[in-house]
């Protein structure tokens, strides 16, 4: 069972595993472990999720079966309730975990920091970071993104330079984290203070992630000129996420002409994900330039690119449920279309006004399409809305960046359900919360 778990050949192991009479605690941690590395190294979301799903089940029988989980068991499951966004399930292992005194562990409890930080609870996030007994780089690194990633930029700092007072080396991730929060608060000299520090004091340096926090930041601020003017001054040529935070800025300032300059030089890389291809032909199709949509179009399909798949899930009660764009085959469709509609009638009184984007669940002839499109996020949404208990936040996963339609909608889904509402996205955590969200909007959206 240990080879087919090296090899990945789960399926072989689980016969195997399956037909044994004792199972010792080791063999169910090989288990979970192996489900749990496969998912986190599948390319393709739906494996990865299929894997995620299995190592659950498998923790759910290791208990039901008498057996004490110990920290490993326990640590290696948190990861999975990350990736999955299963908060359900995550506390029920802070339970466990604390019962049986293994919070100490320094591995688990950054498991729980971690968990916290992905499913978007940032108050358990920071509970569980104050609570533990020794802090790793890691979990510093978790909790400043955590702050950052749910808008708490001050937090983020802060906590930033509490870890370098207690001795504790900053990391590449870390600044990323530490310039991320300075980019969304729109705090230039702090920025360039933090960017300058990586480099001297700690000798890091910097990579795309890093240029990236600073053109964003520039974007955010409207400031276009002072981000081309950065990327020429560090000599580093932009490459396809650069152009794209460009390109989606260009458009949230209504700045065309350097949008449509930027657009080109994204183009002209060939990029190779589809991503970045449908926020080139939202660009264009809202500015109704044709001659520009056929044009990536015709590149799309030398590069061969194929369909983007829209796919969303929310736990509700231990059972994850996935949406596709559209998707009308939960039993539960017609009231969660009802609802979706009569939401989006209401947030039209309120001034919602539906960004022109392509299906993207079609890579045929690309239909411009106005608020009769649902995502699969929105879906998602409205089914947790109907079925999560009164008050309590929804949290829903989607495969790739949401679209900037999406967004806007989502926001109003916040205010007027006065609910909590947070999608974690390919790219990054938007909490929705009255009508706003913590990524300040000129996140790249599709
Ligand atoms: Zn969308
Ligand atoms: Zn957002």
Redesign the pocket.
């Known amino acids: 069972m240990y080879l087919y778990l090296k090899c990945g050949k789960l399926d072989e192991a689980m016969i195997l595993f399956e037909g044994m009479e004792t199972v010792s605690l080791i063999t169910w941690n090989a288990m979970m472990a192996g489900h749990a590395q496969i998912m986190a190294l599948a390319n393709d979301d739906a494996a990865a999720r299929q894997n995620g799903l299995e190592a659950l089940n498998l923790f759910l029988k290791l208990t039901r079966s008498g057996t004490k989980p110990d920290f490993f068991s326990l640590s290696s499951i948190l990861s999975v309730c990350s990736s999955l966004v299963a908060l359900e399930q995550g506390e029920q292992i802070h339970a466990q975990a604390l019962k049986s005194g293994y919070l100490s562990d320094v591995v688990l409890s950054s498991a729980l920091v971690n968990m916290y930080n992905k499913c978007g609870c940032i108050e358990n996030a920071s509970k569980a970071f104050i609570e533990m007994p020794n802090r790793t780089l890691i979990s510093w690194t978790s909790m400043i993104t955590g702050f950052s990633q749910h808008g708490r930029f001050r937090e983020a700092i802060e906590l930033f330079e509490d870890m370098r007072l207690a001795g504790v080396k900053p990391n590449q991730v870390t600044f990323v984290g530490v310039l991320s929060a300075c980019s969304h608060a729109g705090l230039v000299q702090e920025a360039n203070y933090y960017f300058e520090m990586m480099i001297n004091e700690y000798r890091i340096k910097p990579v795309l992630d890093h240029f990236a926090c600073i053109v964003d930041m520039f974007v955010r601020l409207g400031k276009l000129e002072d981000a081309f003017e950065f990327i020429n001054k560090i000599g580093f040529e932009p490459n396809e996420i650069i152009w794209s935070i460009l390109v989606a800025g260009c458009r949230s300032h209504g700045n065309l002409d350097l949008g449509f300059y930027a657009a080109e030089q994204l183009l002209k890389l060939r990029p190779k994900s589809i991503e970045t291809y449908v926020l080139l032909l939202n660009m264009y199709i809202s500015a109704e330039r044709w001659l520009d949509v056929a044009k990536v179009r015709k590149v799309m399909k030398e590069e061969n690119i194929g369909t983007l798949r829209d796919r969303s899930w929310v736990t509700v009660k231990d059972k994850v449920h996935f949406f596709r764009a559209d998707d009308r085959s939960h039993s539960q469709s017609n009231e969660i279309y009802i609802l979706l509609e009569s939401l989006i009638e209401r947030a039209k009184g309120l001034g919602y006004v539906p960004y022109k984007s392509i299906d993207m669940s079609s890579d045929e002839e690309e239909k411009a399409s106005g608020s009769a499109l649902h995502h699969s996020e929105r879906v998602a949404v409205a089914f947790g809305l109907l079925n999560l208990p009164e008050g309590a936040p929804v949290r829903v996963v989607k495969n790739i960046t949401?679209c900037r339609d999406c967004?806007s909608c989502v926001?109003f889904f916040s205010l007027l359900t006065g609910r909590e509402i947070v999608?974690r996205d390919s790219k990054?955590l938007?909490?929705?919360r009255d009508g706003q969200?913590?990524?300040?909007?000129f996140?790249a959206?599709l």
């Not at 969200?437 to 909007?441: K, T, W």
């Open positions: 949401m967004h926001k999608v990054r938007h909490r929705f969200c913590s990524c300040g909007d996140s959206l």
